[in-house]
């Protein structure tokens, strides 16, 4: 029997309809959101609950991470790229060395074990249990990495990611959950563990602190956005707030070490991650050689009126007690802020510093400005240096650093300062696991005391008992 042209093809149709109806819909294609890009936050949270409710082995867990981790090596530089382009916050090299390290250095369900307890009673068997669907607020500072250390730490713990992006980093943000979605979908086949809405604000994050469904609330960000989850939430939160890190120099300090660690950790991303050094408070004995070594670096000593220039320039309500930094310079290029006060410094200068001399009420000393300057005041010995350190940290408890060789100033400043990072010898940003041993997190929880975060920060520790059995000895 000779088979019509028409009647292939109508076989063909229907074949590939049939074949099209048994695979799993594109997201891209959806109508229920674009790789996880939702215009309404009601998709978005039902989304990541349908998706957390299919991550349901730790092995699944394991390979949804690993597609995270390649995706973000992958895109590194093009994230980075779309941070500084879309915020004028950092520089693209550093951007790239961050979505590297969390990428790297964010622990995956490894980090993860159960414990047991046994006697006569029988056997209790604790487990680390997701909570569900978490709402994560994130900063324009670190958008992609946030992002990216935030959803592998999340999602190790078997829970899914409703993102609340800072509206001015929106784009980088969006495009982040994206890349990542696609990632664990072609690995795994599962949709929607991260998602966030196309236009994110003040409100969206609101509603998020409040939202039914959504018991744990992460909150990575300023001071203003800190308090306002804080008076409003109804659910478990872990914040993650400003700080204001001094870094003490001693005189037994080896100079040249400690001005390369201060040069580096304040100059990196143009002073924006908040653990980076914000001000120097250097013994008087070794001020001027400490000076010296800093220039040495790189770093262009301005003078205080030029300061003053800086200031008036990037400055809110300045003078005043008041004064905040603009966010139209934060994070902007020590080349920029100089040509904003009238006056100049090379291009390829990464970090500007103030000798203001023994004026602890200096506004860069008391206001945390992120730009690439930062002031050096100058105590009589170390006890002076450790009290002012105490004053200008704020009780903030989230960062400090000494460089000494003193193992005594050392205990000290480490038992008085109770920060959740206390560098010795070395910039900063290596009690992120940059440059020092450690896990990284761009999520370093301080006002609620859970540190730097990691998957055992985001589960619920559960008890299962089994009574009058089990025990074998």
């Not at 964010?106 to 046994?118: C, N, Q, Y």
């Not at 300023?222 to 400003?242: P, Q, S």
């Not at 992120?370 to 940290?393: G, H, K």
Request: include cysteine; charge should be neutral.
């Amino acid at each position: 029997m000779q088979i019509q042209r028409e009647q292939i093809e109508s076989i063909v149709r229907e074949v590939l309809q049939q074949l099209t109806a048994r695979m799993p819909q594109s997201p891209a294609a959806s109508a229920e959101g674009d790789w996880g890009v939702f215009e309404r936050l009601e998709d978005a949270v039902s989304a990541a609950d349908r998706a957390f409710r299919r991550l349901d082995t730790v092995a699944l867990r394991e390979r949804v991470v690993e597609a995270i981790r390649r995706a973000a090596r992958a895109n590194a530089r093009r994230l980075a790229e779309m941070a500084v382009d879309e915020t004028g916050m950092g520089r693209i090299e550093d951007k790239v060395k961050k979505i590297l390290l969390v990428a790297d250095r964010t622990p995956g369900p490894e980090i993860l074990f159960p414990s047991a307890m046994s006697g006569d009673a029988g056997l209790t068997l604790v487990e680390n249990a997701p909570w569900g669907v978490i709402a994560s607020v994130t900063p324009s500072t670190n958008p992609a990495a946030t992002v990216i250390n935030n959803g592998i730490s999340m999602l190790s713990g078997g829970n899914a990611v409703v993102f609340a992006p800072h509206p001015g980093a929106k784009r980088v943000s969006q495009e982040a959950i994206r890349i990542l979605n696609k990632a664990i979908h072609e690995e795994t086949g599962l949709v929607h563990l991260m998602t966030c809405v196309r236009e994110p604000s003040i409100e969206i994050a609101q509603k998020l602190f409040t939202y039914p469904g959504i018991h744990l609330l992460v909150v990575t960000g300023g001071e203003a956005v800190v308090e306002a989850a804080r008076k409003t939430t109804n659910k478990r939160l872990i914040a993650a707030g400003a700080g204001n890190p001094p870094v003490v120099v001693d005189e037994t300090a080896d100079l040249k070490r400690a001005a390369r660690s201060i040069y580096e950790g304040a100059s990196f991303d143009n002073n924006i991650v908040c653990c980076d050094e914000k001000e120097i408070i250097a013994v008087e004995a070794i001020a001027d050689a400490l000076k010296r070594e800093l220039a040495a670096c790189g770093a262009v000593e301005i003078s205080r009126e030029q300061a003053e220039a800086v200031a008036r320039a990037t400055l809110l309500d300045y003078p005043g007690p008041k004064a905040r930094p603009n966010p139209r310079w934060v994070g902007r290029d020590a080349a920029e802020l100089a040509k904003a006060a009238g006056f100049s410094v090379p291009d390829a200068c990464r970090l500007l510093f103030v000798d203001v001399g023994r004026d602890v009420d200096h506004v860069y000393a008391r206001v945390e400005q992120m730009m690439p300057l930062v002031p050096l005041l100058r105590a009589a010995d170390f006890e002076q240096a450790l009290e002012w350190a105490l004053l200008l940290e704020r009780d903030r408890r989230h960062t400090a650093a000494l460089h000494s060789r003193d193992i005594d100033h050392m205990d000290t400043m480490a038992k008085r300062v109770n920060t959740s990072l206390f560098v010795k010898n070395g910039p900063c940003i290596a009690g992120l696991g940059a440059g020092g041993e450690g896990w990284t997190s761009m999520t370093i929880s301080t006002p609620t005391g859970e540190g730097v975060t990691n998957a055992r920060t985001f589960v619920r520790l559960r008890r299962c008992t089994l009574v009058g059995s089990f025990r074998i000895v």
